[in-house]
């Protein structure tokens, strides 16, 4: 989605807002632009594709300004073009605007600025922002009201940075639904759609709430609610390091985030493990109120989704409260049941993804307490949740969700424990046992680390092919759903993933000479029934790749890799390793862009 970038200091600021829009690339973009404040007004620059055109245009060159803002554009309104890039101007050039987010009623606000002699050089909806505070601006003769008055016509989801040239020591934000964090330097100030694009600059941040505005100058950032009354903000320090953002030697992001994963594994544990205790410091849960529970929710997207449902059946089984799973582009548009007797788990790597806020907002207004569970300290979600906890995977650049995938896992399976010990509907040796082999999953992802010759090698054989098949059952099953994601986000490779006792009541039909099918078996009690199901495929002539933690009569399958045995709730934290390594080689072997796949975006920000 579309990435922001802002500064105000001492320095140039061009340099510093190109560095920026390099750091949000991953996030998805077709075009990009900044604009700068220059002795003789507003100077912008922008361009069709990627950054490399910005910055070779000639007039780039010349700006010399010490504030600025920048954006990577990620269309929705009208085609990427340099018209359409952002920053945009008033009729003025008074004004200058970037925009993350879709204003639903610009077609409205276009229109009634047209009849008023606004003349609009763009398809976006964006457009309307700086003609809007500009109208405002002719009677207000005020930034600050300006942008208020402007905001409060707008009806959708936005974070915008805004530059007058009246005010050429000031910038304006502000956000609603949409990312935006505010770093704080000495004498210099800095804004982004993320925390790693700033990274290497501050480690202090400032979150804003929505429909609250930030005005900076170099040595100040003073805030305001909606009624532009002064508040004051708490500081928050980020303990991410500079080198987590970069890519520290590995070829490309996702690369290096797959080999994180024992050190994100570790971290997730020891933030809430220590000396056989589970605590959250970030909450506590009453015995009562868990008692009082006839239904959890896991709600979340994507892989964040993939890792709600490695753990139903484990929450079901260890605390004994039916758990629902729901996708949250589904559940925001339909009437949950949910009501003061559901807890909802919201899951989020980023936490700024619009469903699931959207879907957040829904489970509190039904009288439900919500809990977040995020990778982003200090993002959207986080706040608006009754209760919050974090994964400690680092930042996470690729689009392709890996080292967050496997800590959310481990860290919901953490809360399910939490969940039984306090309600003791589980022995005390069962949570023992459990406890352990938590511990010994950190080591264990090493080895499954170690499976890397061999899935490079099978890469070799598929990665012409354009259709696989994942099965497994039981929780194999949710690692093949999630295995089929990474295979199709990052290889373009289509692909299907099936309970594997689902095979024959359809999908068998697809199954011919070659095809790959890869199976995922790491349950004790479902072995031979998955075996059978491959078996079946077998003989309809499929590749076969099995990722086991079994003992197998290997000779029957095209190949087999092994993993590390542990509890079979705690499988799909090693099982999805080979394979999002399988994703990952497949990719390269195609020679695509692995970090930054095509029409991805790493927050999905907008529904
Ligand atoms: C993961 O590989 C995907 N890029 C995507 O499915 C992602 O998990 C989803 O958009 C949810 O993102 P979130 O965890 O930041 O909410």
Redesign the pocket.
Known sequence: MCGIIGYIGTKKAKPILINGLLRLEYRGYDSAGIATIENDGIKVVKEKGRIANLNSIEEINTLEGTIGIGHTRWATHGKPSAENSHPHYDNTNTFAVVHNGIIENYHELRKLLEDKGYTFFSDTDTEVIPNLISYYYKKEKDFLKSVKKACDDLKGSFALEILCKDYPDNMIVVRQDSPLVIGKGLNENYISSDIPAILSFTKDFYFLNDREFAVLSRKNIEFYDNDLNKIEKPIKSIEWNTASAEKDGYDDFMLKEIYEQPNAIRETIGSKLSEDKISFNDFSISKEYLQSLNKLYIV???????AGYTVKNTFESLCKIPVEVEIASEFRYKDPLVDEKTLCIF???????AD?IAALKLAKEKGAKTLAM??VIGSS?TREADYCIYTHAGPEIA????K??TS?VVLLNILALYFAEVLDTVSKKEISKLKEELLELPKKAELALRTVAEIKNFSSIVYKETDMFFLGRGLDYYSALEAS??LK?ISYIHSEAYAAGELKHGPIALIENDVTVIGIITNPLLVEKTVSNMQEVITRGAKTLVITNQELNNSQFFKVINIPKTEPCFAPVLSIIPLQLLSYYISKAKGLDVDKPRN?????TVE
């Not at 979340?300 to 993939?306: D, E, K, R, V």
């Not at 899951?347 to 993804?353: A, D, K, L, R």
């Not at 689009?399 to 890996?402: D, E, F, H, I, R």
């Open positions: 979340a997207c994507g892989t964040a989704m993939n899951i989020s790597q980023s936490g700024e993804t699931t995020a990778n979600i689009v392709a969700s890996t967050a995938y959310q994601l990474k986000e991805l975006a790493k927050s999905v």
